[in-house]
């Protein structure tokens, strides 16, 4: 049984005392809630304001993105030894958003990925295909090519941490949500993907999150889906109430 994670990724919204407010209105809402895990994925400037309002609950903190280096003239860049000093326990690693605007490539996915899990930070790992690549049908191929590279040299042994999220970029912020059987199908590929490389035990207790378009009224239909394992929710996190509905409907 692989239990629920609902994570908001606030993207570059929201200042330290907005961040503060949310967590106030948003705790209370999901405190009698025990199916999911709830991540709030925070720009790094929000990271020590979420930490310290999140403190004594099982709400965690993410980053939205880390170098994999420890520490180097990297300016701008934020190391995985900065987010741990701050209580931050996850990470996402290669957002379509970052691919699509930052030059992030399945070659850096993975070497952020190896070394978030060596420094014990639970990392999301997103995929997804682009419109075109969709309607040009390669979706799978493109699946199956940003798994592997991003996956590759993952010992099965140190991969249970690892969460990847399925955000086919044509749904993102579009209103266009995936239907139920199309995210299945990509979720499907992914899992498959994940057993050949890292064998089917960890494939089975993997979390594969979906995100594009996630809303309060279509998280349950996609959340029944038998490899959809939670969401990664864009715009409609940024409202404690939108939120706390999506943490609720992902109860199926
Ligand atoms: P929306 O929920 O706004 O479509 O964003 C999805 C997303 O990119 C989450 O990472």
């Not at 991540?39 to 930490?51: D, E, F, G, I, K």
């Not at 070659?107 to 420094?119: D, F, R, Y």
Request: proline letters at 5%.
């Amino acid at each position: 049984m692989r239990k629920k994670l609902i994570a908001a990724n606030w993207k570059m919204y929201k200042t330290p005392d907005e961040a503060k407010t949310f967590v106030k209105e948003f705790i209370p809402l999901v405190s009698g809630q025990k199916h999911a895990d709830i991540v709030l994925c925070a720009s790094p400037t929000l990271l020590p304001a979420v930490v310290d309002a999140t403190r004594n609950n099982p709400i965690r903190v993410s980053a939205q993105d880390m170098h994999w280096m420890d520490q180097g003239a990297y300016t701008g860049e934020t190391s995985p030894l900065m987010l741990k000093a701050l209580g931050v326990t996850h990470v996402l690693i290669g957002h379509s958003e970052r691919r699509q605007y930052f030059n992030e490539t399945d070659e850096s996915v993975n070497l952020k990925l190896k070394s978030a899990l060596a420094h014990g930070l639970t990392p999301i790992v997103c995929v997804g295909e682009l419109l075109a690549e969709r309607e040009s049908n390669q979706t799978e191929e493109v699946l199956v090519r940003q798994t592997s590279i991003g996956l590759s040299g993952i010992d099965a042994s140190a991969a249970a941490p690892i969460v990847i999220a399925y955000e086919p970029v044509w749904a993102i912020g579009t209103g266009r949500t995936a239907t139920p059987e199309i995210a299945q199908d990509a979720h499907r590929i992914i899992r498959e993907q994940v057993a050949k490389i890292l064998g089917g035990e960890v494939a089975a207790a993997m979390r594969i999150l979906y995100g594009g378009s996630v809303k309060p009224d279509n998280t349950g239909s996609l959340c029944a889906c038998a490899d959809i394992d939670g969401a990664l929710v864009g715009g409609a996190s940024l409202d404690p109430k939108s939120f706390a509905a999506i943490v609720a409907g992902s109860a199926v």
